[in-house]
């Protein structure tokens, strides 16, 4: 079955937006959480005994961290801040693992200290500098990420597992023999490999390549040097159906494919880990935009709304498009598309480009369909912007984060607060005047 994004009902998201203001990220709690049981019951059903991860770069809000960790999820971090969320949000440490293909050293002190369950070493100098910093070691295991030489079809920035990327170890340079060969001969714990081959996948084709090479490398390596193979890390990817996207492989199905596959080439005794993201968070997630002008330019209505570059850059990076619903200000629904859509046409609908606020030609949304009877100040709401939103956030033209609203069983609750002057200001000082 196909996942269908959360969405929110006409009289929800003006409630919201008169509470909260706008930009608004929602977020649905129950829907991460059944994306989360999908993941559990098809990946760690078909895999007795495998791991299942969060990148949390897809969305590294506290709560967000502490439902996906207890659904049983240990957490993927990439930066100190990321580690420094997951530790707040009440994560053991050692139930982490570090990423990042430019770890410094303080990083790696802080993570050995911290007791992070798994470090991913990325580089031969990071092995080299993890070499000198073996007695630090408490119970961290380490991971070696290999590049696979693999090329998913995906946008070329979110592409990663290719032979020419930043990260990992070549399998065909050698580099990755030299980084296990050398993390053996100084004893430490290197006990798996890794790799994630790019993001926004359909299915789980490219990962499954990806893996039988790994495990052909791992069980080579086993036999010739003596690593003591033992976890496969498959990365994470599987993407969200965006405006104008094919609908990726639902998640159980995805699972059942790339477990069935994998396991089909690789041993038993390899434990399996997966690092999913965006598919976890994406379609949980709404952004409420309030549109601020409507002009008409050749012909075409160019919408502004209050949002933008700031708190969705992936337009700007990816030429990303979303799907919107647009609620009148005088309250009636206008559902454009998906299950329980109404199409009562008032006045008609046209087509609208959405730009968003930012100095930068910031078009936002294409193609998306407005009520002729539109006007300044209705809503517009963004679908599956739970993942690579929020985190991706910038204050860009002095604009504030958003605010996020969870919305619990029991009602919405803020769990993470607007941005304000102060907390805008904070980090500056004058320099008063000269002289
Ligand atoms: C190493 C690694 N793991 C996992 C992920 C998560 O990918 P996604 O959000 O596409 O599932 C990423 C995303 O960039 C990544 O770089």
Redesign the pocket.
């Known amino acids: 079955m196909d996942e269908v994004p959360f969405r929110l009902e006409s009289g929800q998201a003006w409630d919201l937006a008169d509470r909260f203001g706008t930009p608004l990220y929602v977020l649905d709690e129950a829907t991460i959480r059944s994306r989360a049981r999908a993941y559990r019951e098809s990946f760690k059903s078909a895999a007795p005994g495998s791991i299942l991860s969060y990148?949390s770069?897809?969305n590294s809000t506290l709560a967000v961290i502490e439902i996906l960790h207890q659904e049983g999820f240990t957490i993927?971090v990439a930066s100190e801040g990321e580690l420094e969320a997951a530790l707040r949000a009440g994560v053991p440490a050692a139930e982490c693992h570090l990423?990042g293909n430019a770890k410094s050293n303080a990083l790696l002190d802080r993570a050995l200290e911290e007791g992070i369950g798994k470090i991913v070493v990325d580089s031969l100098t990071e092995a080299q500098r993890l070499a000198d910093r073996k007695s630090k070691f408490k119970n961290t295991k380490l991971l070696l990420r290999l590049n696979p030489s693999v090329q998913p079809e995906t946008h070329e920035k979110?592409s990663?597992g290719h032979e020419d990327t930043k990260f990992g170890l070549s399998i065909l340079e050698g580099s990755a023999e030299q980084a296990l060969k050398l993390m053996i001969r100084a004893g430490l714990p290197i006990v798996g490999l890794h790799g994630?081959v790019g993001?926004?996948l359909l299915d789980p084709e490219a990962q499954v390549d990806a893996a039988i090479r790994m495990a052909e490398f791992g069980t080579a390596m086993a036999e010739k040097i003596g690593f003591a193979f033992q976890i496969l890390n498959l990365?994470?990817?599987?993407g969200v159906a965006y405006a104008g996207d094919p609908q990726p492989l639902s998640i159980a199905e995805y699972c059942r494919q790339l477990v069935g596959a994998v396991r089909a080439r690789v041993p038993d005794s390899i434990q399996l880990q997966q690092?999913?993201?965006?598919?976890l968070v994406a379609d949980a997630g709404v952004t409420i935009y309030r549109v601020e002008t409507i002009k008409e330019v050749s012909g075409v209505p160019f919408v502004s709304v209050d949002g933008g570059l700031s708190d969705n850059p992936r337009p700007a990076l990816y030429g990303a498009n979303y799907r919107t619903d647009w609620f009148r200000a005088s309250n009636y629904a206008y559902v454009t598309d998906g299950p329980g859509a109404v199409s009562f046409d008032l006045d008609g609908v046209r087509t609208a480009e959405v730009y968003g606020a930012h100095c930068e030609v910031d078009h936002l949304f294409s193609n998306v369909e407005m009520p002729v009877a539109a006007a300044e100040g209705d809503l517009l709401v963004a679908l599956s912007t739970g993942?690579y939103n929020a985190s991706m956030a910038s204050n860009y033209n002095r604009f504030a984060r958003p605010a996020t609203v969870l919305l619990r069983p029991d009602g919405p609750v803020l769990v993470q607060d607007r941005e304000n002057w102060d907390t805008i200001f904070a980090r500056e000082r004058r320099i008063g005047p000269t002289g």
């Open positions: 990148a770069k897809a993927d990423h979110i990663t994630h993001s926004q990365g994470g990817g599987l690092e999913p993201g965006r598919s993942a």
